[in-house]
């Protein structure tokens, strides 16, 4: 187990063979969950404030004036802790989603490496899209319609749902289960060219610095430099999807037939600058969501490696 670990963090793809892919998937699962659960706690503020600006559609006299505002706003009516109103629901699927994700990617990338352990450009981009459609489709779908409702339904003057669980069995009540499947396809895309994108500019980078030897270490707040312009990428790269899939996972979701034609009534309505809504403090979030992401998955690696040589 110990040799297997330290073989997939150096990249040793000959080893890596030797105890096949369920030893590394498994490492990716578990270790990416708890990489998911600690990240989503320092980083959930700017979420929920993305989240409010994209839900305040344009109108004469709009709700916030800005991310600032938004801010202002929720502590003065709610408290700080207002801020982590919807923490619940991405803490629980926080787990799952980052487990996914990095399972899902080190699978992928232990069948298309070669024998140095690196991947081409384009097996880069294709094994991130793998690991962002697994995880829309096993936990950010119904993780991310949940959280959208609780939080807008805490902006309606008489808020509907008391709680976590209780927001979810009125939800399902309502609407069945696919009430908690609303936007799967702008999710699948969004979560897809996300992760093709982190993980392309990733697994690039790394490859530059290293100069193809991936037994070469990188120090860790290089990684986190790395996560964050991975992230600024993806944020400028899938905004328009992420703002269109806000919309479709809302209670307000009946206005549109479907997600074609949410981001058509977008376009026709509001404009182009209005699929870039919530920009700002998405990608603050991204950028230290991706750069920290990384590290701590990088640093439990090595954690349990030291262990493990014991």
Known sequence: MAEAIRAASNGNLSMWKKYGPSENTVRGITIGGLTGAIE???????????????????????????????????????????????????????????????GTFEFLKGKAADERGNLTPMTRLLCGLGAGVSEAILAVTPMETIKVKLIHDQTLEKPRYRGFVHGVSTIIKTDGLKGIYQGLTATIIKQGSNQAIRFFVMETLKDWYRGGDNTKPIAKPLVGLMGAIAGAASVYGNTPVDVVKTRMQGLERQKYKNTFDCALQIWRKEGFFAFYKGTVPRLSRVCLDVAITFMIYDSIIEALNKYWKK
Do not use: M, W
């Not at 800005?66 to 202002?72: E, F, Q």
């Not at 991405?90 to 994700?101: C, E, F, V």
């Open 40 to 102: 989503i706690c320092i980083t959930f503020p700017t979420e929920y404030v993305k989240t409010q600006l994209q839900l305040d559609e344009r109108s004469a006299q709009p709700k916030y004036k800005g991310p600032i505002d938004c801010v202002k706003q929720t502590v003065r009516g709610h408290g700080f802790f207002g801020l982590y109103r919807g923490l619940s629901v991405l803490l629980y699927g926080s787990i799952p989603k980052s487990g996914a994700r990095f």
